[in-house]
């Protein structure tokens, strides 16, 4: 969501935040800012893009010099997206500056104890009362900066990741985060604080990843020291980031999106690197391997996660299930956290999340613990704290994906889940030997697959000529590829802002067939060989109604494809493998139609990259 990026050393900040800046845009935000300290602290913030912000400094020709400095994207949540709701936020003195990804719950309650002691305040935000909070600890108590911010932040409840100046304090940085990730990276006489590696790569690959509760301070000096809010240091490994800085950039095409589609058959590729040999006919995975006793003895497996990581679980869910034989639930995380779930310590859970920093999916995780299950991530990035709080995991090593609507972290998740199943279901001997050589076979052959899926986009985008302008739109699938009717439909919600929803395709008939029309497409993905025949009948129920019908079918298909009034063909495969090929074209789709309608592909409004706030 929020994006922090904050820098001291002996170059000029401003600069490098701006960069730091556009290198967030990927994380969705409404409104942007920055706080540069030299003589006093000196904010400049505006409602809309990073470049907004540049021309309007640039305009009214402010004085940017100072070697220390921060900003910060904001996704709004406390107050509308306007200027001064915007961070960062300043104390009442003006000696202090702070931004800060996350919520602070208690902020009525504190703001009006504030307000009686004599507080005034600008913006609508619960950012601002944390900085006052801040200033009046730190004035009652005459303590340095450091100190006044573990003190104010025991008086908090909520998730924040925060960085505050000082100007009392020019040499000197604070950062703190609870249950919102921030990264200190380490250069060569120059030091920054991120809420993700991404503003921090070009400058430094070493970083060390806070804990909840930590709290650092940083000197221009290279004296940095992290403890916790009862004052106790805390000790961490430097980690080194494998990220290219390349992998930040759009390498030739328009859109991070259309990138990180066309970059599918190398990260399902990459996904499965090490994991999978079918000529020598074996699958397996480090994190389940070395823990297989206690996974293959589950008497249930729950899958936990939001969004389109939900879909990936859900897939999971028929896998594991036919081929594992153990009985699979799959949970909103944000639904399972609130209730009081059942959880035995012989479950087997799996959480799901492409930036490991999903808060719900965090706080699902902690109960899952607590009630003795084993708890295994599977997270895109390095480092993030699903990464680090599971008790095992597989990366799905897709890379940074940028775009906000999800594509190739989807079909690496899938990769990665299939695996598992297949290990699984071969240890536990519910697996035929046959069975599982041809799918260890013809998953190896996806990547190659999904190459010659990505060579139809004109046709795809003709067909996408032909639908832009319907205002609703129904995906239908059966069985693997229900899951994926649901995340087509997402997709073209995301960021063509139609109105989309996927059913299983036998539920057409108890409801949505009503809302069918001539002005109505009807995505259906007729690839299920174990279901062909009530597929199409399907579309038959949709031809009668003069509903549009575009069908992704298998290259053999004689039947759909004269039925249809447009058709995707994809190589024909097992059919638990079909999702990892239906979803491409689907991809493909919402892509060129929200370009049509002259839509951001990268940044669709209201949504943010990751979910780091309830």
Not at 489 to 500: D, M
Not at 502 to 513: D, F, L, S, V
């Amino acid at each position: 969501m929020c994006g922090i990026v904050a820098y001291i050393g002996k170059q000029q900040a401003y600069p490098l935040i701006i960069d730091g800046l556009k290198k967030l845009e990927y994380r969705g935000y409404d409104s942007t800012g920055v706080a540069i300290l030299e003589q006093g602290i000196s904010v400049f913030k505006k409602k809309g893009k990073v470049q907004d912000l540049e021309n309007f400094i640039n305009t009214e020709t402010k004085n940017t010099n100072g070697t220390l400095g921060m900003g910060h994207t904001r996704w709004a949540t406390h107050g509308e997206p306007n200027d001064k709701n915007a961070h960062p936020h300043t104390s009442g003195n003006q000696e202090l500056a702070i931004i800060h990804n996350g919520i602070i719950e208690n902020y009525t309650t504190l703001k009006k104890a504030l307000i009686e002691l004599g507080h005034s305040f600008k913006s609508d935000t619960d950012t601002e009362v944390l900085i006052h909070l801040i200033e009046e600890v730190q004035l009652k108590h005459n303590l340095h900066i450091e100190e006044a911010v573990k003190k104010a932040l025991q008086k908090v409840v909520g998730a924040y990741a925060i960085v505050v100046i000082d100007k009392k304090s020019p040499d000197i940085i604070i950062g703190a985060r609870n249950s919102s990730p921030l990264v200190f990276g380490l250069g060569q006489d120059e030091y920054f604080l991120g809420s993700d590696a991404s503003p921090i790569i070009k400058h430094t690959n070493k970083v060390i990843y806070l804990n909840d509760e930590d709290v650092i301070s940083i000197n221009r000096n290279g004296d940095y020291n992290i403890s916790n809010l009862k004052n106790k240091t805390v000790s961490h490994q430097i980690k080194e980031l494998d990220l290219k800085i390349e992998e930040l950039e759009k390498d030739g095409f328009d859109h991070f999106m259309l990138k990180e589609i066309y970059q599918q058959p190398a990260t399902i590729a990459q996904s499965m690197k090490g994991r999978l040999n079918a000529s020598e006919g074996w699958a397996v995975l480090g994190g389940m391997k070395q823990h297989i006793n206690r996974i293959s003895k589950s008497k249930r497996i729950i899958m936990m996660a939001c969004g389109t990581s939900w879909h990936s679980a859900l897939v999971g869910e028929y896998l594991f299930e036919e081929i594992a034989r153990i009985p699979t639930e799959v949970e909103y995380a944000s639904e399972f956290r609130y209730r009081n779930p059942i959880i035995k310590e012989d479950d087997f859970v799996i959480a799901l999340s492409q930036s490991g920093e999903t808060a719900d999916t965090l706080a699902a995780i902690e109960i899952a613990k607590e009630k003795g299950a084993f708890v295994y991530g599977i997270v895109n990035v390095v480092g993030s704290s699903i990464a680090r709080i599971t008790d095992s995991g597989s990366y799905i090593h897709a890379g940074p994906e940028i775009g906000v609507a999800s594509t190739k972290a989807f079909t690496s998740q899938i990769s990665i889940i299939t695996l598992m199943a297949l290990y699984l279901g071969h240890e536990r001997g519910m697996i035929s030997e046959s069975d599982y050589r041809e799918l260890l076979s013809e998953l190896e052959v996806v990547p190659k697959r999904v190459e010659q899926i990505l060579k139809k986009n004109d046709h795809i985008k003709y067909i996408a000529s032909e639908i832009k302008s319907a205002a609703n739109a129904l995906y239908l699938g059966r069985g693997y590829n229900f899951p994926v009717a649901l995340e087509g439909a997402l997709k073209l919600k995301e960021i063509s802002y139609i109105h989309a929803e996927g059913y299983p395709a036998a539920e057409m008939k108890h409801g949505p067939i009503a809302l069918i029309d001539m002005y109505m497409p009807v995505i259906v993905i007729a690839t299920n060989q174990s279901a062909y025949e009530k597929i199409v009948s399907n579309i038959q129920e949709v031809k009668a109604r003069k509903g549009i019908v575009i069908a992704i079918i298998n290259e053999d298909d004689t039947i759909i494809r004269e039925m249809a009034d447009f058709f995707i063909e994809i190589p024909s495969i097992a059919e638990p493998l079909t999702p990892l090929l239906s979803v491409i074209p689907l991809q493909l789709l919402s892509y060129h139609i929200a370009l049509m309608r002259g839509c951001n592909v990268d940044q669709p409004r209201n949504l943010a990259k990751s979910v780091t706030v309830e």
